[in-house]
């Protein structure tokens, strides 16, 4: 249709459009403008409103029976391509009850036929969530039945699982998630998320249960060849869920545990993390996934990542007056749901056991920290203890220079000098910016006093005021910070000490003030301040490490306000559209913010 061809069309346009796609017969000569019309139509019109504008048209008195006819067939492909949103949104449907009686009363039995939206299936089981009601006196225990089981067994129901709760993910879930930019409100895409991220914890508590390093690796062992037996199904999500699990520092940091290894285990594993590494935007798992036929279960946090990554990027119209519908977005938003859609048709050809499935399922509904899970890792092998007399063997997650950040190993960064410089500079920019009330580029006796009620460890004017000359210049407070940057780690906390955090709200780093992006382990968290960075950004935080006096609210973003995405937009994004930059303007404002809050 032209329509496809344009860049922009008006909702009237692409209504025409969709219209006129039928023929005298009803027969649809552009499938892909109809569907993705339909689809995406939510973005910029509320469903309500297009059964509306169909209804008026039917009524015009310019409008034909050959008109009316072809609006009928499609509202008839609405009803069959999207028949959940009919069941589940009761206005719409009772819009197109209205339509049906107005055809009925002029006569066009054969045209009313086509629209029967009595005949939709109930979707209601899709929306019906497992309430899930932790326990705080006794958690679920861990069921061993697991061990001997065949790795593709487990690798075929653990797929089993994840595909019949991907199912239940509808096209609203998506539009919802991307247009609020969390779950809240989501139960469906929530719990699907939950189940990913139980997958992870299930593995990590199944190694830990062992009491000897020998079991654990036994474990770890059995769970690689669960994690190649997935690949081989091409059911990369479940894959990604258990290279996290394996990959987390709870496992990473077993040393004993991992020289029990074998070399070929270790290599096996890592050629798997390579394939699903964040690297080059996930480059590695878009190739392979492309390659696949059949059933193939993609990352779905890669996919949402996407689906963010062009709403934000581009703009829903074309026009300053909102009356242009911007089609190359519309056209990438559907490519990317089109394949998550096309996921759902094609199920995996694997005949489950119920029983194992229902055991499975409880043994997944874990309710353990990932504090606890931890404390039981430094159960296992102290810090303290002494490493094994076995060969050293490289742990399942070395030798991964970039790998997968989300489920990297939790080191405290070490002080960069040049970071601490600058902190220091823009710390005391703020100093002299907030503190010299004179402006006349020093410090008077009189304003140091003030200075000293947020900077405890100044103790002495004539420390800093190293010619006595009376007042502190800009230089002698950079010189006493920096000879003092011993002191400073320790008292003002330049390194905070961050812990993998896993996000179940939409949260910015306090950095960048990029979007933290992910679906498990996304960024980390502070557990002295509660401040939230990605992991590039914790070696360059300026806000210094505070204990907390007030809770911290993580759907807060940081500085400014300021809501910018800053993860990698996907490949179809058009080449002129940057990633968030910030300038030294936004440092500065950062380090100003730092003093106005402890004023």
């Known amino acids: ?41 939510p973005w910029y019109l509320p469903s309500t409103d297009l059964a509306r504008m169909l209804l008026h048209k039917s009524q015009e008195e310019r409008s034909t029976a050959e008109i009316r006819s072809r609006i009928c067939h499609l509202v008839k492909f609405w009803i069959s391509e999207f028949p959940a949103e009919f069941n589940l949104n009761p206005a719409l449907a009772e819009q197109i ?10 006569g066009n039995e054969r045209e009313s036929q086509l629209i029967d939206v009595e005949s939709v299936p109930s979707y209601k089981w899709k929306r019906q969530v497992t309430q899930r009601v932790p326990s705080l006196s006794k958690k679920r225990k861990m069921s061993l039945l697991f061990d001997h089981l065949d790795s593709s067994e487990l690798a075929d129901h653990l797929t089993y699982l994840e595909y019949k709760s991907f199912c239940k993910i ?14 809240v409100d989501n139960p469906i895409l929530e719990r699907f998320i939950s189940l990913f991220n139980s997958v992870s914890r299930w593995i990590q508590l199944m190694v830990l249960t062992k009491p000897t390093p020998q079991q654990r690796a036994a474990v770890l062992t059995h769970f690689v060849c669960v994690a190649q037996k997935l690949l081989h199904l091409q059911n990369f999500n479940t894959l990604m869920a258990v290279v996290g699990g394996l990959s987390n520092s709870s496992i990473s940091r077993l040393k004993d545990t991992q020289a029990h290894v074998s070399n070929d285990t270790h290599k096996t594993f890592n050629d798997l993390v390579e394939l699903v590494t964040s690297c080059g935007n996930y480059s590695r798992y878009r190739r392979r996934f492309c390659e696949c036929v059949g059933f193939r279960f993609p990352i779905l946090g890669v996919h949402l990542k996407d689906l963010i990554a062009v709403h934000v990027a ?24 089109q394949e998550l859609a096309l996921v759902q048709s094609n ?35 102290p810090r303290s203890s002494k490493p094994s007399n076995s060969s050293p063997s490289p742990s399942l997650s070395a030798k991964r220079p970039s790998m997968i ?7 405290k960064p070490k002080a960069d000098p040049a970071i601490i410089t600058k902190h220091i500079e823009k710390m005391v920019d703020s100093v002299f910016k907030n503190f010299d009330t004179d402006g006349d580029g020093h410090i008077s006796r009189e304003e140091f006093e003030i200075i000293r009620n947020n900077f405890p460890y100044l103790s002495k004017f004539g420390e800093l005021d190293t010619n006595q000359d009376g007042r502190i210049s800009r230089e002698e407070m950079i010189d006493y910070f920096m000879n003092a940057s011993s002191l400073l780690n320790c008292k003002m906390g330049f390194l905070h000490t961050f812990l993998e955090t896993t996000y179940m709200r939409p949260t910015f780093c306090d950095h960048c003030t990029g979007f933290i992006w992910g679906i498990y382990k996304q960024g980390y968290k502070c557990k002295v301040c509660g401040v939230n960075c990605h992991k590039a950004c914790r070696s360059r935080l300026v806000v210094e490490c505070r204990k907390r006096t007030k809770s911290i609210s993580h759907e807060t973003p940081p500085l400014r306000q300021a809501r910018s995405y800053s993860f990698p937009l996907p490949s179809n994004t058009p080449s002129n559209l940057q990633s968030t930059v910030i300038t030294e303007e936004d440092t500065e404002a950062a380090s100003e913010a730092m003093f106005d809050v402890h004023l």
Request: charged share 25%.
């Open 405 to 411: 950040d989300e489920w990297a190993a939790s080191v």
């Open 170 to 183: 509808l096209f609203q879930d998506y539009h919802s998630f991307v247009m609020h930019g969390c779950t």
């Open 314 to 337: 581009l703009p829903d119209w074309s026009d300053p007056e909102k009356t242009r519908v911007n089609l190359a977005k519309t056209q990438q938003l559907y490519a990317i749901l």
């Open 1 to 41: 249709m032209e329509a496809l061809s344009l860049e922009s069309a008006t909702v009237e346009e692409l209504v025409e459009a969709s219209i006129l796609a039928f023929d005298d017969t009803g027969k649809l000569k552009d499938t892909s403008l109809v569907r993705m019309f339909l689809m995406m139509h």
């Open 347 to 381: 199920p995996p050809k694997i005949d489950a056991n119920t029983d194992l499935l229902n055991l499975l399922t409880v043994s997944l509904d874990q309710y353990h920290t990932e504090d606890e899970i931890y404390q039981l890792s430094l159960q296992r092998e």
């Open 97 to 106: 009850r209205d339509l049906r009686e107005q055809l009925n009363t002029e």
